[in-house]
């Protein structure tokens, strides 16, 4: 055992790796042991110090609510249970990582920090620049490791695809927790590696989560074959509607935003499922279940591909052509969007649960992203910043690129106005979803959820629901308001320039495949 100023650097299990230098891994939305590249490369010839920095500063600035870290929290607390067993700790500081690092450094002299590539909102960028600055002025090396199918400074899109599915085949990197393995850690520890149990936060202005699912890489594992032994098999067709989606999706979205699962584990997870079901020649639904669940792999890297390339898109349109598309709104429709109190239920309906659970089917996230933008003419800043702080499984890459695609600010997809209504129709016709989060309909009949506002006066006392009273009158009328959002849209595609921005939108983010259309 060998000290450092107030660091013991301390062996785990395994064979002494026979040096005193010491890496840096710094965890960020990489919370795992499994297919950890930069943790398994800083362990060979380096004794490893494990950091994760909880950063209320770039939380606040991005607007999240502390009930979506605390879902990171819980996994960072996992991860340093796993690295205990491993003879180590995760040390936990709070705070500016440059200055995170700083004291680090003073206290333990560290000559290299591992960490993944993060593609996240401009917070993190410019965080990330400030630590590249200070390790080169302290002579210390920041190896950044890709993690995903993400690909930093990229060329082109031309081949995108290829180039992913190699990765997602290439195998995942050793887990040192795995009884069978080769890796052998040695831990550097500090005099104060913080404790997890002690940060729980208080914020007043909490959003109150009542059903959020549990978090940590135990939890996304057990969650990832669970998908793909039992719930995954009514995927195709459960995954729209708000009733059977919870049961039917994967729900690994949370644990591929914090990096308790990684991408790869869960392509090639569904990859040896898929083989065993040709191999049985089942007939019964998961072939089909299990080759959308790998093309929406596929879409979650594209997505944040779009950010990686261009880190400006959680605030500027992707198109400049749509720039002040949307300038004057209401703020009363606002908030009673984000309050689920606009008048059509499903958006409703959608608005509350997210509130409560973090967590919503992606048809229901388009479709209120797309009321708000269209039916009431908001800007997509504001509408994707409350939905930011909402969604515990938030990926800025995908919100930000999802939040402008569905706003049609993109000048390249096909511009989707959702009808509220012809939602509840299709997806939840007996009212289970709606009843559950809009209680003020609880005695409505079911013909009338979809426009409950179009009740005759008397079923509306018998269903003890006055429209204006118990429930809100719409907003807005549905048919003004789509021909409306059209017609805005129209105006502006059709003007001088926006052929041109959006060709160079297509060279840029654009995928290179054509998908169907469908009717919404």
């Not at 995954?232 to 049961?247: C, F, H």
């Not at 999706?249 to 392509?267: D, E, M, Q, T, V």
């Not at 998961?286 to 890297?301: D, K, N, V």
């Not at 979809?450 to 429209?467: E, K, N």
Request: aromatic share 6%; with cysteine; net charge positive.
């Amino acid at each position: 055992m060998t000290t450092t100023g107030r660091a013991t650097a301390l062996e785990g299990t395994g064979r002494s790796i026979g040096t005193d230098r010491i890496a840096v891994v710094w965890f960020k939305r990489d919370l795992r042991l499994h297919d950890h590249r930069a943790l398994v490369a800083a362990a060979e010839g380096h004794r490893i110090l494990p950091l994760f920095i909880r950063e209320p500063d770039i939380a606040r600035a991005e607007g999240v609510d502390p009930a979506t870290t605390d879902f990171g929290m819980a996994c960072a607390a996992e991860l340093d249970r796993g690295l205990r067993r491993l003879g180590g700790r995760l040390v936990l500081r709070t705070g500016d990582a440059v200055r995170v690092l700083e004291e680090l450094h003073r206290e333990l002299s560290f000559d290299v920090v591992h960490a993944h590539e993060e593609t996240g909102g401009m917070h993190t960028w410019d965080r990330d620049r400030a630590v590249a600055r200070w390790c080169r002025g302290r002579g210390v090396d920041f190896i950044e490791h890709p993690q995903h199918g993400v690909i930093r400074r990229l060329d082109t899109r031309d081949g995108w695809a290829a180039r992913w599915n190699r990765t997602m085949r290439t195998s995942e990197s050793p887990d040192p927790s795995a009884p069978d393995s080769d890796i052998r850690l040695r831990f550097a520890m500090v005099e104060d590696p913080g404790r997890f149990d002690d940060t729980d936060s208080h914020d007043a202005d909490r959003i109150p989560r009542l059903q959020v699912q549990p978090a940590g890489e135990q939890h996304a594992l057990r969650t990832l074959d669970d998908f793909l032994h039992r719930r995954g098999r009514d995927y195709r067709g459960g995954m729209s509607s708000p009733v059977t989606a919870a049961e039917a999706c994967s729900r690994i979205s949370p644990h591929l935003a914090w990096g308790s699962l990684s991408i790869r584990r869960a392509h090639q997870a569904a990859a040896v499922r898929q083989a065993e079901v040709r191999e049985l020649g089942r007939r019964d639904g998961w072939a089909g279940s299990l080759a959308s669940f790998q093309s929406r792999l596929r879409w979650h890297c594209h997505f944040m591909q779009k950010l990686e390339d261009e880190p400006t898109l959680e605030t500027r349109c992707m198109n400049p052509a749509f720039e002040g598309l949307r300038e004057e709104w209401s703020e009363a429709h606002l908030e009673a969007w984000k309050n689920g109190m606009t008048g059509f239920p499903m958006v409703d309906a959608v608005m509350r649960s997210l509130a409560a659970t973090g967590w919503a089917t992606f048809r229901m996230r388009a479709m209120v992203v797309s009321f708000a933008c269209h039916h009431l003419q908001i800007d997509w800043r504001p509408v994707g910043r409350h939905l930011a702080a909402l969604f515990i499984d938030y990926e800025p890459g995908i919100h930000w690129s999802q939040c402008q695609m569905q706003a049609g600010v993109t000048g390249i997809n096909t511009v989707r106005i959702y009808s509220p209504g012809k939602q509840v129709v299709d997806q939840d016709p007996t009212g289970v979803f709606i009843r559950k989060w809009v209680p003020e309909l609880l005695d409505v009949p079911d013909e009338h959820l979809a426009d409950p506002g179009l009740m005759p006066d008397m079923t509306q006392r018998f269903a003890r629901c006055r429209i204006g009273r118990d429930y809100p009158m719409p907003l807005v009328d549905h048919a003004t308001a789509y021909r409306r959002a059209r017609e805005v849209i129209q105006r502006r595609r059709s003007g001088p320039g926006t052929r041109d921005a959006s060709r160079a939108v297509q060279r840029k983010h654009g995928s290179r495949r054509r998908s169907p259309s469908r009717k919404r």
